[in-house]
């Protein structure tokens, strides 16, 4: 007679039990996906005009802050905009479930929120050392974040997204008629713009 264990048993198996919360994978793919299409539709509109600027103006015989080595391809940033801010909005409202449900579910705290005594140099030191020598962690510990990757999805989620989602915002004139504080804190539309484009990069 072959033996089928319960479910009690299965439920006790940490090599068959899902890594992460369901939240977390659906949201992780969601993601993933959108910023996907932001990167190919971001790049689109970049084509259109590959200079970076600071301040509130910038055009073609300005000077500007950084020239991209892209080409100087107009057009693409037509049917590239409204595709773009379709992908913005849902990053923006994934990533709100997520952080809610991070919230709701102690999945922050639990899972992202490092321990004390990993704070320190000598210990993120060992695991960047790890990670660079192609170390496999110990059986338990593939199960868990590292305090490298903890600190580092905390900075994405709590710092870096706010960043995109600020500076994507303050490109938009409807959202600078009604904010204009929230642009101008940036150095003006085109400040917006160069740092929009360099979150992404982080």
Request: hydrophobic share 55%.
């Amino acid at each position: 007679m072959n033996y089928q264990p319960g479910v009690e048993a299965l439920l006790n198996r940490p090599d068959l039990a899902p890594r992460r919360l369901a939240v977390v994978r659906i949201t992780h793919w969601i993601v993933v996906l959108s910023a996907l299409g932001l990167l190919i539709t971001g790049a689109g509109i970049l084509i259109s005009h590959p200079r970076l600027y600071w301040g509130e103006t910038g055009a073609v015989g300005a000077p500007s802050l950084v020239d991209l080595p892209l080409p100087f391809i107009i057009g693409p940033s037509v049917w590239n905009r409204p595709i773009h801010f379709l992908f913005a909005w849902i990053l923006v409202l994934t990533g709100l479930a997520y952080i809610f449900a991070g919230f709701a579910t102690q999945h922050f705290r639990k899972d992202l929120v490092p321990a004390k005594a990993d704070l320190n140099w000598s210990r993120i030191g060992h695991v960047i050392s790890d990670h660079v020598r192609w170390k496999r962690p110990a059986k338990d510990a593939a199960w868990t974040y590292n305090v490298v990757q903890q600190l580092i999805y905390l900075a994405v989620v709590f710092a870096l997204f706010p960043a995109i989602l600020w500076t994507g915002l303050a490109m938009s004139p409807a959202f600078m008629s009604v904010f204009p504080f929230m642009v101008t804190v940036l150095g003006g539309h085109q400040s917006a713009r160069t740092l929009h484009s360099f979150s992404l990069v982080c």
